[in-house]
Antibody
C-alpha cells in the first residue's frame, strides 16, 4: 500500500532554513506528482508547490517564490522541501501529498504523509 | 485569485441526519478542479471528492458532491459518529494554483 513517511519535528530560529523529507513507497515513485501543503495552527491547508519526480522544474505558489526549493532523489524515492528565511508565521505542520490526476491536471491529493511540525521560535 | 467561502461555519446534527455543506467560489471554477477533504484532529486531510462529484477510493457512498460554476455542495446523507470532522473544499486554477476554503466543522450530537 501507499506510504509517505516524513522526517521528524524541527525547531528553528527566525532567519534559518528547514529541510523536510518525504519517502514514498508502495507505488512507482516517478508516476505521480508530489505536492507540499502546510497548515498553521487552527488554520486551513495552504498549498506550497508541486514537483514531478520524473524531472522538470518544480512549480511554487507565488507566496513562497524565492524562499522554497523542492527536490527529489529517485534512487531513494524521496522528495525534499527546503524553506529558507524562516519567520514566526512559518510555524506549521508541513505535509507531502501525492497528486491525483483528474480532468488533465494533478492537483488533488489522494495520499498524505503524517506531517512534520516546524516551530519557528527565538 | 479565486477565493473559496464555506458555509455554515459549524454544523451540529444528530446521527442519521443529512448534512449539506456549501462551498462558493469568487469566480467560476471548472467542475473538474473542485475537491472536498475531511480532516480529523491530529490527522492529515483525507480526500473525499474530486472533480466535484467523483468519490475517492474507499469513501463511503453516503458522501456525495455536486455543483458547478461558483456553487458546490458536499452532502453526507446519513451522518455517522465518525463523520465528526472539519471539511474543506479545494480548487485548482490560476496562480496561486491551489486554494482551500476556511472549512466547515461538523459536530455529531
Amino acid at each position: 500500500q501507499v506510504h509517505l513517511v516524513q522526517s521528524g519535528a524541527e525547531v528553528k530560529k527566525p532567519g534559518a532554513s528547514v529541510r523536510v523529507s518525504c519517502k514514498a513507497s508502495g507505488y512507482t515513485f516517478t508516476n505521480y506528482y508530489m505536492h507540499w501543503v502546510r497548515q498553521a495552527p487552527g488554520q486551513g491547508p495552504e498549498w506550497m508547490g508541486i514537483i514531478n519526480p520524473s524531472g522538470g522544474s518544480p512549480s511554487y505558489a507565488q507566496t513562497f517564490q524565492g524562499r522554497v526549493t523542492m527536490t527529489r532523489d529517485t534512487s531513494t524515492s524521496t522528495v525534499y522541501m527546503e524553506l529558507s528565511s524562516l519567520r514566526f508565521e512559518d510555524t506549521a505542520v508541513y505535509y507531502c501529498a501525492r497528486g491525483l490526476c483528474s480532468g488533465g491536471s494533478c492537483f488533488f491529493f489522494d495520499f498524505w504523509g503524517q506531517g512534520t511540525r516546524v516551530t519557528v521560535s527565538s | 485569485e479565486i477565493v473559496l467561502t464555506q458555509s455554515p461555519g459549524t454544523l451540529s446534527l444528530s446521527p442519521g441526519e443529512r448534512a449539506t455543506l456549501s462551498c462558493r467560489a469568487s469566480q467560476s471554477v471548472s467542475s473538474s478542479y473542485l475537491g472536498w477533504y475531511q480532516q480529523k484532529p491530529g490527522q492529515a486531510p483525507r480526500l473525499l471528492i474530486y472533480g466535484a462529484s467523483s468519490r475517492a477510493t474507499g469513501v463511503p457512498d453516503r458522501f456525495s458532491g455536486s455543483g458547478s460554476g461558483t456553487d458546490f455542495t458536499l452532502t453526507i446523507s446519513r451522518l455517522e459518529p465518525e463523520d465528526s470532522a472539519v471539511y474543506y473544499c479545494q480548487q485548482y486554477g490560476s496562480s496561486p494554483k491551489v486554494t482551500f476554503g476556511p472549512g466547515t466543522q461538523v459536530d455529531i450530537k
